[in-house]
Structures are given as C-alpha cells and as structure tokens.
Nanobody, 114 residues
Framework: QVQLVESGGGLVQAGGSLRLSCAASGSIFIHRYRWYRQAPGKERELVAAITNDGLTNYADSVKGRFTISRDNAKNTVYLQMNRLKPEDTTVYYC?????????WGQGTQVTVSS
C-alpha cells in the first residue's frame, strides 16, 4: 500500500511563497505526479503535473508563478508557489500514478491573506 504525506501548506501574505511537498512511501515506480486544488463548492482543479521524463504542464492561472519538480530518488514531488494571490487559497492535493494504481494525498491547506 502506497502512502502519501503532504507538507508545506500554511498562511502567507499575498505576494509571498510556499513550497509544498508530497512524499510517497514504498519501492514504487511513479509515472506521473499531479497537484490539484479544490475550493469549497468548486470542482477539483488540476494545478500542475510532471511526468517521469520531467515533462510539465500547468493551469493557466498559475503559469509563471508555480513550478512543479520531482526527486525520483525520494519519490517526492514539490510545488514551489511564488507570487501567491488570495485566490490561490484552498486545499491542495497531490496525486501519484504508479504502474498499478492512483493514490491521493490527504491535502494541505494554503491560505493567502490580502
């Protein structure tokens, strides 16, 4: 069973930065990492994704501000979030796709004050 542990959320002022981490346990091969976010009453939104080959894509709302990266040796994905805006406030979830399955993290709260 793969477990994901997210960290790095918190409270920051607008214009500030946070870095989220998501570490996957176990000896597994991860094809793709994704970060999602979901505000109350809204659908879950794909924020950023990175493949095993390092290819990335981003939601238009975060392009130029967020950077996704991965450390394959640690089975960990990061989301560096710069120039944060109040509208970035919500819970962020990581999703890991392995050969066998998909796994979700527990979510980490990001709050950006204006």
């Amino acid at each position: 069973q793969v477990q994901l542990v997210e960290s790095g959320g918190g409270l920051v002022q607008a214009g500030g930065s946070l870095r989220l981490s998501c570490a996957a346990s176990g000896s597994i091969f991860i094809h793709r990492y994704r970060w999602y976010r979901q505000a109350p009453g809204k659908e879950r939104e794909l924020v950023a994704a990175i493949t095993n080959d390092g290819l990335t894509n981003y939601a238009d709302s975060v392009k130029g501000r967020f950077t996704i990266s991965r450390d394959n040796a640690k089975n960990t994905v990061y989301l560096q979030m710069n120039r944060l805006k109040p509208e970035d406030t919500t819970v962020y979830y990581c999703r890991v796709t392995t050969t066998a399955n998909d796994y979700w993290g527990q979510g980490t709260q990001v709050t950006v004050s204006s």
